[in-house]
């Protein structure tokens, strides 16, 4: 089944490379010259850029084969070795691409600090359990030394990723690379644009289809959630005070609900702050603490069992779907259909038609999901990405070269 998902996923390159020649009438016999002309087209035709895919056909495959050959092998070697101590790494490095691309596109701007005259999109609320931002940034240290300004932060971020969610249990999916990193955040769109944990099913189909996935691709891309840790706060409401009611969200399943109440006890609400909007759950409650890369000096090795539970001190105030290994995706959409989606904007996802349908689908059918996860990722990847001559190559990914 591998086998043939790889062939249909050289088949997709294949075609998009066969319809760049198509649309730029040049000789199909030099692949770079027609990059150039379908790039000077795009830049005389202001509309392609409304389309967030279309700079996506200026990327190489294996851009890097001549710059920096080893690049995409020492992405991939030290995301290895970072999931074999800790594997909660590769949730983090998934959903930290997630953001980046999800606002304005893959162009490294969620690694941004903040400098005066510019907020950072790690600051927005929606930023603030993200973790991971250390890993890229020794990743980037180490590739600086081997070929100095080469190698974009955006495109080792999608990179590395995709390694994590192949560690995890999920499909390979070929990138082309050659992306570039924005000279500016995007704060307030990442505030505004992020889908929310709370969203109901219409609410968080808009937020995609904004960004051009339908919901075929919305559906599946929420299998992300198999991996990683969801902290209580994202959903203590629906355990206790679903939307002021005093009662537990009906959508909840007993049994599921009495295990997630357990896990999360009641709090005195007055006392905390409302949750920030973060679709992508939170693996800790607290802003960018210490940091993951320190954590994962300190820890001893994990095994397979407890790797997805992050830090001791909030393990207990978490819940995770357990969907690594052969059970990736699949355990996600069979809890959903069991009424058992930790988060409420996940659950709702039965409350469609043709979301549900998908569901039902990707539960009984491992790798049409796999395949269709891949597809996503792929797309996701290549959302709005920053070609030369726009964007830069940062030297270091936390600030504007
Ligand atoms: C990268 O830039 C950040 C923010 O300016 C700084 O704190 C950090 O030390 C820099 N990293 C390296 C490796 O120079
Ligand atoms: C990880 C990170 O930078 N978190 C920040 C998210 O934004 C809040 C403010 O909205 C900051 O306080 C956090 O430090």
Request: charged residues 20%; proline residues 6%; glycine residues 6%.
């Amino acid at each position: 089944m591998g086998k043939l998902s790889f062939i249909v996923f050289v088949l997709c390159i294949w075609i998009s490379f066969k319809s760049t020649s198509h649309s730029s009438n040049s000789s199909p016999s030099s692949v770079n010259s027609d990059s150039a002309w379908v790039f000077q087209d795009i830049l005389l035709d202001g509309e392609a850029f409304e389309d967030p895919q279309a700079s996506a056909r200026l990327l190489e495959y294996d851009f890097y084969r001549e710059i920096c050959p080893e690049a995409e092998k020492i992405i991939r070697t030290r995301v290895h070795q970072l999931f074999k101590i800790k594997a909660a790494v590769a949730p983090a490095l998934v959903r930290l691409a997630f953001h980046d691309c999800f606002v304005e596109g893959c162009d490294g701007s969620i690694l941004l600090d903040a400098v005066q005259g510019m907020e950072s999109e790690k600051d927005s609320p929606p930023n603030q359990s993200l973790k991971g931002f250390e890993i890229i940034d020794m990743i980037k240290s180490e590739l600086e030394e081997v070929c100095p300004g080469a190698v974009s932060c955006a495109d080792i971020l999608v990179l590395a990723a995709r390694e994590s969610v192949l560690l995890t249990g999920g499909p390979f999916y070929p990138l082309n690379t050659g992306r570039r990193d924005s000279t500016a955040a995007f704060a307030d769109s990442a505030t505004n644009e992020l889908p929310s944990p709370h969203a109901d099913l219409s609410e968080t189909l808009a937020s995609f289809s904004s960004k051009g996935f339908d919901e075929r691709e919305t559906v599946s891309l929420l299998g992300a959630h198999s991996i990683g840790v969801i902290h209580c706060n994202f959903f203590q409401n629906r355990l206790y005070n679903f939307r002021g009611t005093h009662q537990p969200d009906p959508s909840l399943d007993s049994e599921a609900l009495n295990q997630m109440r357990s896990t999360c006890p009641k709090k005195d609400l007055s006392a905390s702050p409302a949750p920030s909007p973060d679709f992508e759950g939170s693996p800790l409650p607290t802003s960018r603490s210490p940091s993951l890369y320190n954590e994962l000096l300190a820890a001893p090795p994990a095994s397979f069992d407890n790797l997805l539970l992050l830090p001791s001190k909030t393990q207990k105030l978490a819940m995770a779907y357990d969907g690594t290994g052969p059970n990736f995706g699949t355990v996600y959409y069979r809890s959903l259909l069991q009424g058992k989606g930790i988060l409420y904007a996940d659950q709702q996802l039965m409350a469609g038609e043709e979301t549900g349908l998908w569901v039902r689908a990707y539960a009984s059918d491992s790798s049409l999901y796999q395949r269709d996860f891949a597809l996503a990722m792929m797309k996701l990847s290549n959302h709005n990405v920053l070609t030369a001559p726009r964007g830069q190559i940062r030297l270091n990914c936390s600030r504007v070269a």
